[in-house]
């Protein structure tokens, strides 16, 4: 099995595998490269996805460093779609730690130009923004937003500094409706930053939202809880899972009686 794991972990790392000598470094190749990332039930550039967010949240500046250039480096991610999972890393797991991942994408983008020997190409223009400037018709858009995204009848109110200057008008009314990012890669950040935060209404919510709206699958669902606990640990993942499960029922009996078909 190690040699498989060696293999892709060359493959989604872009470097040659370390020599396995600890339990751990064993288990890392024959487990979480041999036997997760080789899974089909997601491609490997949702994988990035998920796993960039665990490393950013875990504090492991090595993992985080090693993922940003090898999801640069590999094509999988582009520098403005990897800007954009750190904007959207940002609003579910803070920006300190947002932070720190935005640093080290521009150290390793940089790092990447040096090795090819080519300078390092001007950032895309900020503006103009995607999203209405006008403030009334901000906070309308991140209000069908916010229905959109969390699949719900009902918008929270505007006069709150919270729900209003920051949900509707920045998370909905911006960040997610950006197109840096598609909302199904947005859905997998959402969830995996959700995972760790032991938030349970925000778990539920998101968990939910990504089911109803079919962005993703129940068994893409199942995967990307799999690669959360490979890169997060197994005891918040089983929480997930837990949740993703119920959620799984809801959404079925949700459908049961409309026009197409239930997903399994």
Known sequence: MTDRGAAMYAEVMTVPAPQPVAPTERALLDVVFG???????????????????????????????EHVYAALRSGDLSITEIQEAALHFAVY????????????????????????????PPPEPLLPLPTPSDPEARLATGEQAFIDVNCLPFVPTRDNPYSGAGILNFVFGEVWLRPGLGRRERRLLTVACVGFQDAPYPIMSHVYAALRSRDLSFDEMDELILQFAAYYGWAKAATLQAVAH?????????LSGQDFAVPK
């Open 93 to 120: 797991s803070g920006w300190p730690k947002a932070s720190r991942l935005n640093m080290m994408i521009d150290e390793q983008w940089a790092r990447i130009h040096a090795e090819r020997g080519t300078p390092v």
């Open 35 to 65: 036997q997760v990332w080789t899974r089909p039930g997601l491609s490997r550039r949702d994988r990035r996805f998920i796993t960039l967010a665990c490393v950013a949240a875990a504090d492991a500046e090595g993992p985080l460093r």
């Open 246 to 254: 119920e959620q799984q029922q809801r959404v079925r009996q949700e």
